[in-house]
């Protein structure tokens, strides 16, 4: 498909667990954004990779998160020792990398923690 | 602080009438840009329509207009003539230069929007 595709489509894990959510963006797209969507709230940025770099990591919300990306291809997030407070929607997003161009948005990971 | 505000957490209009969503935004950033989604209850989030803080007129795309504002730093999304399929959260989203978080969007909290027949 042409589009931002993200696994799994649903994740249940238990507390405490390590968690790694895949996003592959459009082919070509340089840039790569993660972003968390808590229940009925707007989306929080996460972590920004323009190619295989992410020049800044202070989104992240602690220090059990943890990104990469593999050139300008796919992306994982992992999330070490689950806490409940992690469940939320993950969304990853790419562009171009221009200023004006949008976000293209994959589907999500809804990511429960129990 | 809050960059991005939409007052409105839910709306209701009727189908084929027009509705405004609000929006308003706060950067000492020059250069920006603005963006509406849309997300129906199946979760993806769709680009409706972008303005540049240098676009002299506003933006239209199909159904959708940006009714901006920069003097208010305002910049509403209008939806005319209202369709079911519209019912869906929309959400506001600005992003301002280039920095170490790329173009990160920063997002309200969106409205609610419900079309009746």
């Known amino acids: ?114 | 602080a809050q960059k991005i505000t939409q007052t409105q957490p839910g709306m209701f209009v009727q189908e084929k009438e027009a509705v405004t969503l609000d929006c308003t935004y706060d950067t000492s950033d020059p250069s920006y840009g603005l963006f509406w989604y849309k997300q129906p209850s199946s979760g993806e989030m769709i680009f409706l329509i972008y303005q540049g803080s240098y676009d002299q007129q506003n933006a239209t795309e199909g159904r959708y207009s940006l009714n901006f504002q920069k003097a208010r730093k305002s910049a509403n999304l209008v939806i005319s003539a209202s369709q079911l399929g519209d019912s869906a959260m929309y959400f506001c989203a600005m992003r301002e230069g280039l920095t170490v978080s790329g173009y990160a969007l920063n997002f309200g909290k969106g409205t609610s929007l419900l079309v009746t027949p």
């Open chain 1, 1 to 114: 498909g042409a589009g931002v595709s993200q696994s799994p489509s649903n994740k249940v894990t238990e507390k405490g667990k390590d968690v790694e959510l895949r996003c592959d963006p459009i082919s070509g797209h340089t840039a790569l954004y993660w972003y968390r969507q808590r229940l009925g709230q707007g989306l929080e940025f996460l972590i920004y990779f323009q190619g295989n770099s992410a020049p800044d990591k202070s989104g992240l919300p602690s220090d059990r998160f943890s990104a990469e990306r593999t050139g300008e291809s796919v992306s994982t997030l992992t999330i070490q020792r689950t806490q409940q407070e992690d469940s939320a929607v993950y969304l990853c997003a790419s562009s171009s990398g221009a200023p004006g161009y949008e976000q293209y948005f994959g589907p999500g990971t809804r990511l429960t923690v129990t």
